[in-house]
T-cell receptor, first 112, second 113 residues
């Protein structure tokens, strides 16, 4: 597509429920990244994919967080047993080589 | 490990005045450096990037940044600020060995009439 698409744009969930966040990168972009932006904070790196593999998962906050990418395209970030501290905007970006990222508009997650 | 420091949490400038946003990085080799802007309610947009070569790089919207290796800095500048420049600005550093990019905490720019 023309840009990076994320869905849903907003998600309100109850504490303890699982959520799935989707990212559809720019066609042909081999690298895909997930970041988290909490209120008033910078961007916290979560994970990145090169193709379907994830060379760097170092930013995932706990084992409740997981991500996968299929077909070198769409990625899903899953948060199990959500907690209130998981509330944030989850940003996805894609890139071709190291030309800088193109970001999606994000998914605003609110855990109540 | 890479790190990025943006010393100013927020800055206020008058419309038409010049702007400089500071960024210091820590990285053992020549880094890839970026500035992104996040306007209210908008996603992040790449302003400019430095990989190698000329240390003064030009970006979109009239912004420029200068890489100074001796000072480990990559400050963003604009000669005349417009009200539409009010936004949050993020400096970022990427490693040459991989694709991971680390972002600073951001500097919020306010523009007064």
């Amino acid at each position: 597509g023309a840009g990076v698409s994320q869905s849903p744009s907003n998600k309100v969930t109850e504490k303890g429920k699982d959520v799935e966040l989707r990212c559809d990168p720019i066609s042909g972009h081999t690298a895909l990244y997930w970041y988290r932006q909490s209120l008033g904070q910078g961007l916290e790196f979560l994970i990145y994919f090169q193709g379907n593999s994830a060379p760097d998962k170092s930013g995932l906050p706990s084992d409740r967080f997981s991500a996968e990418r299929t077909g070198g395209s769409v990625s899903t970030l899953t948060i199990q047993r959500t907690q209130q501290e998981d509330s944030a905007v989850y940003l996805c970006a894609s890139s071709l080589e190291r030309n800088g990222y193109t970001f999606g508009s994000g998914t605003r997650l609110t855990v109540v | 490990a890479q790190s990025v420091t943006q010393p100013d949490i927020h800055i206020t400038v008058s419309e038409g005045a010049s702007l400089e946003l500071r960024c210091n990085y820590s990285y053992g080799a020549t880094p890839y450096l970026f500035w992104y802007v996040q306007s209210p309610g908008q996603g992040l947009q790449l302003l400019l990037k430095y990989f190698s070569g000329d240390t003064l790089v030009q970006g979109i919207k009239g912004f420029e940044a200068e890489f100074k290796r001796s000072q480990s800095s990559f400050n963003l500048r604009k000669p005349s600020v417009h009200w539409s420049d009010a936004a949050e600005y993020f400096c970022a550093v990427g490693s040459t060995g991989g694709f991971k990019t680390i972002f600073g905490a951001g500097t919020r720019l306010f523009v007064k009439a």
